[in-house]
């Protein structure tokens, strides 16, 4: 039994091992490129420096600002997307989505309005035990046994607004 949980456990420890050793040399790297380049500003600021050697630097300077382009890019990803879940939870990752913008934290929200409208529509009522109630409250009931249309509710939930009204006032 000890040797199976070594095999299956040896091959994930050594993943994780080689993502933490990753995360170390890139951030080594990086500071090794900055020491790199602000030795030869020093050193080599006022003297005349061959094509190769301004070619190589600016090279160095162009390699530092996209890796830390790209470090403030997973930084902007981590807070304004949303992630699908893994098996397996990072600390990297948050654990849910956290809204950023500050206009959908309002009661009425577009997303909120929209939510609200589907599930109105998904919520059924059957029978008529409701139905002298119902249209009680709307003002709809008289004491006629007669139902119309607009009178039944999934009729007038699919029912789209016309434009014939709004035509001729333009």
Excluded: C
Excluded at 58 to 67: D, F, G, S, W
Excluded at 93 to 100: G, I
Excluded at 132 to 148: M, N, S, W
């Amino acid at each position: 039994m000890e040797a199976e949980d070594k095999k299956s456990i040896i091959p994930k420890l050594r993943i994780d091992s080689r993502r933490k050793y990753l995360e170390k040399r890139k951030s080594d790297k990086l500071t090794e490129l900055e020491a790199d380049i602000y030795d030869e500003e020093f050193l080599f600021h006022d003297q005349d420096v061959t094509e190769r050697e301004r070619i190589d630097l600016e090279h160095k300077k162009k390699i530092l600002a996209l890796a830390k382009e790209h470090d403030k890019a997973r930084e902007l990803e981590l807070v304004q997307r949303y992630h699908m879940p893994d098996e397996k939870r990072d600390k990297v990752m948050p654990d849910r989505y956290v809204e950023v913008d500050e206009r959908e934290k309002q009661p009425h929200s577009e997303q909120r309005v929209w939510e609200d409208a589907r599930m109105s529509t998904t919520q059924w009522n059957f029978g008529a035990k409701e139905a002298k109630q119902r249209l009680l409250e709307k003002g709809k009931l008289d004491d006629y046994e007669l139902l119309l249309d607009d009178t039944i509710d999934f009729v007038q939930t699919n029912q789209l607004a016309g434009t014939k009204g709004i035509e001729g006032k333009t």
